[in-house]
């Protein structure tokens, strides 16, 4: 039976997940706007304004994003005239659907452990800094024989047995919406749009499945909290299966359709794909689910391949600095706030690898349709079915090797860990080095045809012909 306790949790934790991913999902529609302006290096967002005592308040361009948001309440709600009502007012809420059911199994952070830690020392436990690696409060229980009562808070809002299965499950159901919306339109283009965007999901998720099949076998697991605290006690995904982070991360942008797999809406070809049809509200609930999708498929690949919750060297009881059995410094920490620190290193996770995704969308072409689908079947899948047989002989040669090799593995893993915090406080210095820094730019403006000219030697200057 739910507890009162537990179902507090429970929407606190459902809370927490979903305004995150609205209110990401809505930052990102200015991100895209301001860093292509940065990217392409022109004016960006710094059209609307609130005019107060006759000063216009800009707000660095998010002031746009709030007034798309009241656009689309008060535009037009069209339908075409022979479209299926039905399905045509079912199609936007099919498309979000998935993204927020994905949020179910994702874990924002290792279990919390309500009982004070006074007690368990009280209690004469020496084992509290190793139980609370593994992440389990319950092996206390079992440990003292019942002795005192633990208290366990899993940082997921539903933490399945199955784990990425439900995933899979999850994010197959997207093509539905995209389907119905271009078939129920009663638009050329938009079936068209449909038909690409069907092909394409259905095409990249296979390359998705099969890009994982190596990381679960290498964690032994298909929860996607215990793949995390695998890659705390060892090494972070994306070092023992890059190939399958390169994967995943590629299928993952063409299945959220954007550039440069944006074939399903290709405004040169298609009008506006699969949603040409739909305004108001019903068009928002497009455009948001997309947004939506690059939150969702930035928290999957951090949980997988980048650490999730963990930070190098930091664990459920505090700091410790080791190398193979040397262990070099060594700090205990109050739990709750290691826990704090594991929720907020996870959003933070999810903001960097949401930009990165940004950077990428404002950075590369679009693809052919013909060349989206080659890359797909021709080199994706077979990609992911060489990574799963390399992978299943390289664990196999370590089962012969036995207990050997441990020793080495735990200290490649504590390096990779070690070139994880290096690589972070670099990052973290050279941002704010960037924000402190003047960024004094050339106005003069140069096209690419003096600048080739110059370096062939410059152009010839005649007198003019009358």
Not at 209 to 215: D, N, R, T
Request: aromatic fraction near 12%; proline fraction near 3%; hydrophobic fraction near 55%.
């Amino acid at each position: 039976m739910i507890t009162p306790a537990q179902l507090l949790a429970a929407l606190i934790k459902v809370l927490v997940m979903v305004g995150f991913v609205f209110n990401v999902g809505g930052l990102l529609t200015w991100v895209d706007r301001r860093q292509s302006s940065m990217i392409q290096d022109r004016i960006g967002p710094n059209r609307a304004n609130i005019s107060i005592f006759g000063f216009e308040i800009r707000a660095i361009g998010l002031l746009h994003a709030a007034a798309d948001g009241v656009k689309f309440f008060f535009k037009e709600d069209f339908v075409p005239p022979k479209a299926d009502k039905l399905l045509f007012a079912l199609a936007p809420i099919l498309s979000m659907i998935p993204v927020l059911g994905l949020l179910g199994v994702i874990p924002m952070g290792d279990t919390l452990c309500l009982n004070k830690v006074r007690s368990f020392q009280e209690a004469g436990q020496t084992l509290w800094p190793i139980a609370t690696r593994v992440g389990m409060c319950q092996q206390f229980i079992a440990v003292k024989g019942g002795g005192v009562q633990m208290n366990a808070v899993d940082l997921a809002i539903s933490p399945l047995n199955v784990g990425i299965l439900y995933v899979f499950a999850m994010a197959g159901q997207g093509i539905v919406g995209a389907a119905i919306a271009g078939w129920s339109s009663d638009n050329k283009f938009s079936l068209m749009g449909a038909l690409r965007a069907a092909s394409q999901m259905v095409s990249y998720e296979v390359a998705i499945g099969l890009s994982l099949v190596g990381a679960m076998m290498v964690y032994g697991t298909v929860r996607l909290d215990e793949m995390v605290r695998w890659q705390g006690d060892n090494a972070w995904g994306i070092f023992v299966q890059p190939l399958a982070f390169i994967l995943f991360f590629v299928a993952s942008i063409a299945e959220n359709k954007r550039i440069p797999f944006d074939l399903p809406e290709a405004e040169s070809e298609l009008v506006s794909g699969y949603f040409t049809e739909y305004s108001g509200m019903k068009f928002g609930m497009f455009y948001f689910a997309e947004y939506m999708e690059i939150v969702t498929g930035s928290m999957l690949l951090v949980t997988i391949f980048l650490g999730g919750w963990q930070l190098p060297f930091f664990h459920r009881d505090g700091i410790t600095v080791e190398f193979g059995t040397n262990v070099f410094y060594a700090k205990q920490l109050p739990h709750v706030v290691m826990i704090a620190l594991n929720v907020v290193t996870f959003f933070g996770k999810t903001l960097l690898m949401c930009l990165f995704q940004a950077v990428i969308r404002w950075s590369l072409p679009r693809f052919r349709y013909d060349q989206l689908m080659k890359l797909g079947w021709l080199v994706l899948l077979p990609a992911s079915l060489v990574n799963v047989m390399v992978t299943g002989v390289v664990i196999l040669l370590l089962q012969e090797a036995g207990t050997k090799v441990d020793a080495t593995l735990a200290l490649a893993g504590h390096l990779t860990q070690a070139v994880v915090a290096v690589a972070g406080i670099y990052g973290v210095v050279r941002f704010f080095l960037w924000l402190g820094g003047s960024r004094d730019k050339d106005k003069t403006l140069v096209g690419s045809s003096a600048k080739f000219a110059n370096a062939a030697g410059g152009t010839v200057e005649g007198a003019m012909q009358a």
